[in-house]
């Protein structure tokens, strides 16, 4: 068990066996392994390790220990552990009543609306899921506005920003506080629209839900998969897949100035060897090489400072084991009434 999420699965080393087993447990029966591994977490000092500590981990101990670790870190963050618990009791509501039709959000709803973002080649066929289109069903279904962004499903994030950024000025004027989603490289995309818009052009920008963000984009366009990616779903822009490498992201990322009012959640998957799915499985373990990863994202590269994360432990970059529809009812509950509670603080 990391962070009271309980995952039953193989991992790549005994030491990552022995640290998921009996360390986290409080099991302490490897003098050796515990003094090296209490070190760490006296290194650490509370903090959540960046990607150059995680791939130093995954060196010294396995690249298992280190995801494992990292998702003990962020669960031990007070914050983050306020956002599970509320997130887990909307999740444990909507998975009961939504099929049912009758999920209640809270009343501070009829204030919100959302806005989609979505994610890489979302019109291809063979890209299923990339339009967002189960959560952003399930928010309408359950009474939350909805409105969607057409992006260049290819193009550069420079460009797809300023789409983005239209979108939000176009919101400005609704009289309802605006929760923005994105998801993989649609969340550098709103990152930088935010940033151009600043605080100024943002008063009615509430939330930014950053799923699976590539923030400081992927190896794997580094290491040319694009060939392959061809492939499977055609010709792609170059100069869209230009602008995710790490390069160009992370000089990107440095500039990011997120207006402080907004809300940030990062949210994504922490898979193991063992949990990997099919479909992340091809960028998994090539990955590797540069640390703990997702499938297709460094792990430590989808947050965004500040803001509180949601790690799902065992879920890989499409997190397809966890249902869709719940998880996006059930954030939309748990920001909404972080917001709510927030405001009413405020004006005490």
């Known amino acids: 068990m990391v962070g009271g999420q309980i995952i039953e699965t193989r991992v790549d080393s005994e030491v990552a066996r022995y640290y998921l087993a009996n360390y986290l447990a409080g099991n302490h029966s490897n003098p050796v392994l515990d003094a090296r591994i209490d070190h760490v977490y006296q290194t650490l000092d509370g903090r959540v390790p960046g990607q150059s500590e995680l791939k130093q981990l995954s060196e010294e101990f396995s690249s298992d220990f280190a995801a494992l670790l990292f998702a003990d870190q962020i669960s031990r963050m007070p914050i983050n552990g306020r956002f599970r618990s509320l997130f887990d009791e909307a999740y444990d509501y909507a998975r009961k009543v939504l099929s049912e039709g009758h999920v209640k959000l809270p009343d501070a709803a009829a204030h919100y609306e959302a806005l989609i973002v979505p994610s890489y080649l979302y019109n291809r066929v063979n890209f299923s899921g990339a339009d967002l289109a189960a959560p952003r069903e399930a928010l309408q279904r359950v009474g939350l506005t909805c409105h969607f962004v057409e992006t260049s499903d290819d193009g550069p ?25 994105s998801a993989s ?36 366009i580094d290491d040319n998969v694009i060939p392959e990616l061809e492939f499977f779903v055609g010709k792609v822009s170059a100069a869209g897949a230009e602008s995710m490498s790490t390069s160009r992201s992370r000089q990107r990322f ?11 959640v990062n949210f994504f998957g922490i898979p193991v060897s063992g949990s990997v799915g099919f479909r992340a499985r091809r960028g998994f373990f090539p990955l590797q090489k540069y640390g703990p990863n997702d499938g297709m994202v460094l792990l430590a590269d989808m947050i965004f400072p500040g803001g509180v994360t949601l790690a799902e432990l065992g879920s890989d970059h499409f ?29 005490k």
């Open 254 to 264: 440095k500039s990011f100035r997120i207006p402080q009012h907004i809300f940030v």
């Open 157 to 181: 994030i420079e460009s797809n920003a300023d789409i983005v950024m239209a979108a939000i000025r176009a919101r400005a004027q609704s009289g309802r506080r605006l929760i923005i989603i």
């Open 185 to 220: 490289k649609s969340g550098p995309e709103v990152a930088l629209a935010l940033t151009k818009l600043g605080p100024a052009e943002t008063h009615h920008v509430a939330a930014w839900i950053n799923a699976v963000g590539a923030l400081q984009g992927t190896p794997l």
């Open 319 to 347: 997190l397809m084991d966890q249902h869709l529809d719940v998880t996006a009812v059930a954030l939309a509950i748990t920001v909404i009434r972080w917001l709510d509670d927030d405001a009413r603080h405020i004006n």
